[in-house]
């Protein structure tokens, strides 16, 4: 896909990782529309910023009305209540499906016939290494990752036909307002936006971004001991 000519909608694009990619994009001369809750809080010069709460219906709907000229969606707006599956409150693990699974969908299927009659173009879904691997600290957040996970592979092979290519994106930690309680070694988000990019630019399936999320994937295929020592006998 070229972006030079390409129009851009990146939903929670205020900060973090949203913010990174809109970034690149104006950078590879994109013109970008900067979705958020609130958009007066989006500061990155040369973006039009884009009322959008993708939990909401009407706003989704009065988004792709906006943006109109739209070829390239990024559902990259996420929550993190950090609720656990057993003792978590119920109403932050729907919040997890609601803005991950139900989110992603409803903003896919508002744009998808928007980017259609404008040619076609492409789907960038922000996954996360989370998607495959399930520490039960944060089982809400990975329901709903893997939800997605599950909702980017059954729509790429829809959306193929109408000339829409779709690639996800899997990546660990990123140096983020949402990952700042985790102590681990994070990415810098400019640099997975560069790869998240590239891959959207060469027409991937897929873009796997660093060693978590490459050696998660590769042990899939094995023992679910290895990914879980705790279940080792």
Known sequence: ??????VAVVSGANRGFGRALAAGLLARGATVYAGARKPETVDLPGVTPLQLDITDPASVAAAAEVAHDATLLVNNAGSGTGATLLAGDLADIRLEMETHFF???ALTRAFAPVIERNGGGGVLNVLSVLSWVHP????AYNAGKAAE???TNALRVELAPRGITTTA???GYMDTDMAAHVDAPKHDPADIAAI???AV???APEAVSDEISRSVRAGLSGELSALYPQLAG
Request: glycine share 12%.
């Open 1 to 6: 896909m070229e972006f030079h000519n390409a």
């Open 103 to 105: 989110g992603t969908l």
């Open 136 to 139: 039960p600290t944060s089982g």
């Open 149 to 151: 996970w599950a909702l």
């Open 169 to 171: 994106l899997h990546v």
């Open 196 to 198: 998240a990019l590239d």
């Open 201 to 203: 630019a060469a027409g």
